[in-house]
């Protein structure tokens, strides 16, 4: 279907759809899962996010695919949290194969304890600790991935930061922000 005799010039053909799949798809399954807490939702996400990729065919920036990939798994994980049905839904513990090797973060229960108080952070909050700490893009990539000045992504993740601290502890309010 993508296999044209001349394919439109930095478009994705299927060769590149496959690479893609094999280098990202667990990148933006990890985020997915993070995000909504909710393993099938963010295989759905995932499949939905590769659909995309083979059916529109962007114009890919050269090294920016990673990127790409994860900014519309980000916008299918905020449509999906946005219904009102899925916000009701109580999070459970993310699966220990989707984190870092623990000697990245630390022991496995305080693995868990994490991903559980960054699954409760609010999306704006969740979705740049996701990129900056787990997907390892800094502040400007973060700000021209979700199109937002430099330092909303700053002050968002010194507020996460904070939230976390709060939420370990034991003492968050569930205040919106």
């Known amino acids: 279907m993508l296999d044209s005799p001349a394919p439109e010039a930095g478009r994705v053909s299927s060769a590149d759809f496959s690479e893609l799949y094999d280098l990202y798809a667990?990148?933006?399954?990890r985020v997915a899962y993070y995000y909504l807490g909710d393993?099938?939702?963010?295989?759905?996400?995932t499949q939905d996010v590769f659909v995309r990729l083979l059916t529109n065919r962007p114009v890919l920036e050269a090294g920016r695919e990673k990127a790409w990939l994860l900014k519309v798994a980000l916008n299918r994980c905020r449509d999906l949290w946005r219904g009102a049905w899925f916000r009701k839904v109580v999070l459970g513990h993310p699966a220990f194969e989707l984190f870092p090797a623990p000697d990245e973060i630390g022991p496995i229960a305080e693995s868990a304890a994490l991903a559980e108080a960054v699954n409760r952070l609010p999306a704006d909050f969740k979705e740049v600790v996701l990129l900056h700490y787990y997907q390892g893009y800094g502040i400007s990539e973060?700000?021209?991935m979700l199109e937002i000045a430099e330092g909303t992504v700053s002050s968002r993740l010194s507020r996460a930061r904070s939230r976390l601290k709060n939420i370990l502890k034991g003492e968050d309010l569930d205040e919106p922000s």
Request: glycine share 0%.
């Open 39 to 45: 393993r099938q939702k963010a295989e759905d996400v």
């Open 26 to 29: 667990t990148d933006v399954l």
């Open 142 to 144: 973060i700000a021209v």
